[in-house]
């Protein structure tokens, strides 16, 4: 879906700008996004498989929840209308806990740069999978993984990509210390 998002310099400040998310895709300007990954008690994350018609990493096993933040929607509000859509869960702001920002920058072989701040969130999931409702136009299917995966992911095949590999340590270990 293309969304009317704000436009941010490098650092991450607003430049008061907006435009559509295809448009800042195409011409690299900053924007921001949410990650939201959703844990269990009992050590498991959620992931979900990208459907097939996305443009950049399709059939991914990938973060619990993804999304931009639209044109003059705050980080939290975004996150929240986020894992509502694409998985039907409704969280309050209070379980949203944010463990870091992050620059990503990737120029993709069709040709979009995501150049992007990731606001990253962690939350305990509490209710069974099985109670979720995907957004098909979004998400193929949803499925608990050990937690271990963020931190072995050399060699597993449509699982997060190695290439992030140390931001799926550094989210592993956020999820740990909160767990403890």
């Known amino acids: 879906m293309d969304e009317l998002i704000d436009i941010l310099t490098p650092e991450g400040k607003p430049t008061g700008k907006t435009a559509l998310k295809s448009e800042a895709h195409k011409n690299g300007w900053f924007h921001a996004t949410v990650h939201i990954w959703l844990f269990t008690a009992d050590k498991k994350i959620l992931l979900q498989k990208r459907a097939l018609t996305k443009k950049v990493f399709p059939g991914l096993w990938d973060i619990s929840v993804a999304g931009h933040i639209g044109a003059g929607e705050t980080i939290l509000a975004s996150a929240k209308r986020e894992v509502l859509e694409e998985i039907g869960l409704e969280l ?13 920058q ?64 550094s989210v592993y270990d956020k999820i740990i210390e909160y767990i403890k």
């Open 92 to 104: 309050h702001e209070k379980e949203l806990i944010k463990i870091g920002t992050r620059i990503h």
């Open 106 to 169: 990737v120029t993709h072989a069709n040709g979009i740069q995501d150049n992007e701040h990731h606001h990253v969130f962690i939350a305990e999931l509490k209710k069974p999978v099985s109670e979720l409702k995907i957004q098909e136009e979004e998400v193929a299917d949803i499925k608990l993984f050990n937690l271990d995966i963020l931190k072995n992911t050399k060699n597993l095949e449509n699982v997060l990509l190695s290439r992030f590999h140390s931001y799926y340590v």
